[in-house]
Nanobody, 121 residues
């Protein structure tokens, strides 16, 4: 049973901070790339940040300098520290895990249930 469970969402005023956490089970965490996605009303789901199994990070341009993704392989967790939040950051945030299949060119993708982040002005 693969399970990704997000926590830390909530309501915050513009300029504030939140820290999201995702706890993974049922996978070999250390070999998975981990990411955070979000989906706002009327918008496509978009990648926010990703951290590879080797620790390399990438961010969507709109969150660079404000958000930080990190992982702890000993705890099987990935976090997203969000600072200087803006109303346009309001969305459901989803934890994602991916690994490339050992046989063939495919990829396996797992998703959490999502956590709501609301930023008020």
């Amino acid at each position: 049973q693969v399970q990704l469970v997000e926590s830390g969402g909530g309501l915050v005023q513009a300029g504030g901070s939140l820290r999201l956490s995702c706890a993974a089970s049922g996978i070999i965490f250390s070999i998975h790339d981990m990411g955070w996605y979000r989906q706002a009303p009327g918008k496509q789901r978009e990648l926010v940040a990703v951290i590879s199994s080797g620790g390399t990070t990438n961010y969507q341009d709109s969150v660079k300098g404000r958000f930080t993704i990190s992982r702890d392989n000993a705890k099987n967790t990935v976090d997203l520290q969000m600072n200087s939040l803006k109303p346009e950051d309001t969305a459901i945030y989803y934890c994602n895990a991916r690994r490339y299949r050992s046989v063939g060119p495919g990829v396996m993708i797992y998703w959490g249930q999502g956590t709501q982040v609301t930023v008020s002005s």
